[in-house]
């Protein structure tokens, strides 16, 4: 079972007792690690989790809003209409399913182990809102509306392919120098899967902060 099923399931039940892969990771040592997706300075325009879901929706919501406006117009007009709904559809559809971003995170999925075994893929959660911590670091701990919005927050799969995007067969922790708890931004092409408050990103890059 992949970490992008293991991790789906486990918010389909909402029961962390059933989680699987929860083994002890390879640890990391990323003084040592040299990789091709590894860059040295953090790409800009970094957003959260949360807001490009937020992103995506809006856009999608844009479209639908447009499509009903469409759908008021004249008979005389109907082939017009339908014509401007599919495109509109179309590239709702397009920005969901393959859209360009940088997200922060943490490398973090709660009880469920972050790293699969022999595969180039983990989970990334949303970070802490800093400004409303105000560097405190048990605020969100302790803040019903952080804990609200981490709890809201989609969940981030990153996974490395391939040239022909097949996920690659190492362990992420040796082949990035990374461990669970580190704070990373992901460069990459992403999809927002609404159905399961999910974001699948196949990333290019990543800056470990």
Do not use: W
């Amino acid at each position: 079972m992949t970490l992008f099923a293991k991790l789906t399931a486990s918010l389909s039940v909402c029961l962390a007792l059933t989680l699987v892969g929860c083994g002890d990771s390879p640890v990391s040592n990323s003084e040592s690690v040299s990789s091709p997706f590894l860059v040295s300075s953090e790409p800009p325009g970094a957003i959260t989790p949360t807001e490009f879901k937020e992103a995506i929706s809006g856009k999608q919501q844009a479209a639908a809003d447009a499509d009903a406006g469409d759908s008021d117009k004249g008979d005389s007009a109907a082939d017009e209409v339908t014509s401007g709904d599919s495109v509109a559809n179309d590239a709702a559809g397009d920005i969901a399913a393959a859209s360009e971003v940088v997200l922060a995170g943490k490398i973090d999925a709660g009880d469920l182990d972050p790293f699969e075994p022999g595969k180039a893929t983990f989970v990334l959660s949303e970070l802490p809102d800093a400004e409303h911590a105000a560097g405190d670091p048990d605020h969100a701990n302790n803040c019903p509306f952080c804990k609200r919005k981490l709890k809201n927050a989609p969940k981030v799969v990153v996974r490395f392919v391939d040239e022909s995007g097949e996920l690659i067969a190492r362990d992420a922790q040796t082949m990035l120098g990374v461990k669970k708890g580190d704070t990373v931004v992901v460069k990459g092409v992403a999809e927002y899967q609404e159905a399961i408050n999910m974001i699948q990103i196949n990333a290019e890059s990543i800056y470990r902060r």
